[in-house]
């Protein structure tokens, strides 16, 4: 169930985005991401799943770090940037305060940022990917590369974030009412603010944007397609299948999780967050979990 809600904020994100870059609504361009994810997904398999995924990411990484780059440039060089960052409180790097009230200290970052590790290099679609190499050098290998782009894309993020509040200090977009309403598509207002110093990089931040959502979305149809074919309708057929057969069987399994996870947007797109409710929806599922196991 965690997955398929993941799926749907993966799927929210770039048809938000699009819908700021263009005025159409949320709802019908994230139908459009998904019917695009549903034909490689269910066409191409996992080896299809996991060359999008591999080129999706060098899309996102280097929109990651142009946007960050350029943003910093026009702030004032890194120093500026981490100079605002601490004028507004942004870079408590030892806070204790409030352990268990406030959701951003020191413990509770480390703490949750070591549960957040370890349940992806223990989620399913790792599981899956690792398990699908050849030899176990091989699969170390993947490890290793996985670890080193999953700090590059951490520190970009937290590079973004602090830059983009470096950017707007002193001058809130939101509560100026400077043309958006929410801080879920303050990412995008900026990079459309820094468009006439970078021209083409709108396009480049939108192609970053729908290739993480997209790389996230066939990676957990996928994983969930091929568990949920393994777990409940292999034990429940006597003989063994044809390979057309299982197949078809997987497809209408895709084609399920995508009409589902299609369908919880009309509901995420209704929250003031998409990073609190992202966290409420891992919190709910993975605490369900742990509770029916024990």
Not at 46 to 71: E, N, Y
Not at 271 to 282: F, N, P, R, Y
């Amino acid at each position: 169930m965690f997955q398929i809600l993941h799926t749907a904020m993966s799927q929210y994100v770039p048809a938000l985005t699009l819908s700021q870059a263009t005025g159409w609504p949320v709802f019908p361009l994230a139908c459009v991401l998904s019917l695009i994810c549903f034909a490689y997904t269910a066409s191409g398999g996992l080896k299809a799943v996991a060359w999008a995924d591999s080129f999706q990411a060098l899309v996102f990484m280097t929109t990651a770090f142009a946007i960050t780059i350029t943003g910093t440039l026009i702030v004032g060089g890194p120093t500026e940037v981490w100079h605002r960052g601490v004028e507004g409180s942004r870079l408590e790097l030892f806070n204790f305060d409030s352990f268990l009230t406030k959701r951003y200290n020191t413990p509770n970052l480390i703490v949750g940022g070591i549960c957040m590790l370890s349940h992806n290099y223990l989620s399913p679609s790792f599981h899956q990917r690792v398990a699908s190499m050849p030899t176990l050098g091989t699969a170390r290998q993947v490890v290793i590369w996985s670890s080193i782009f999953a700090g590059i894309f951490m520190s970009a993020t937290f590079l973004a974030g602090i830059m983009i509040y470096a950017y707007f200090a002193g001058c809130d977009p939101v509560l100026a009412k400077k043309g958006i309403e929410s801080h879920s598509t303050i990412l995008p207002y900026f990079v459309k603010q820094i468009s006439n110093v970078l021209p083409g990089i709108e396009g480049l931040f939108l192609s970053g944007v729908v290739a993480a959502g997209l790389s996230t979305t066939t990676s957990c149809w996928n994983t969930v397609a091929c568990t949920i074919y393994e777990d409940f309708f292999v034990p429940a057929m006597r003989e063994k299948v044809q390979k057309k057969t299982a197949l078809r069987i997987l497809t209408g399994i895709v084609l399920f999780i995508s009409l589902l996870s299609t369908s919880f947007i009309l509901v995420i797109q209704n929250v003031s967050s998409i990073q609190e409710a992202t966290l409420s929806v891992k919190s709910f599922t993975l605490s369900m979990l742990f509770i029916l196991n024990n």
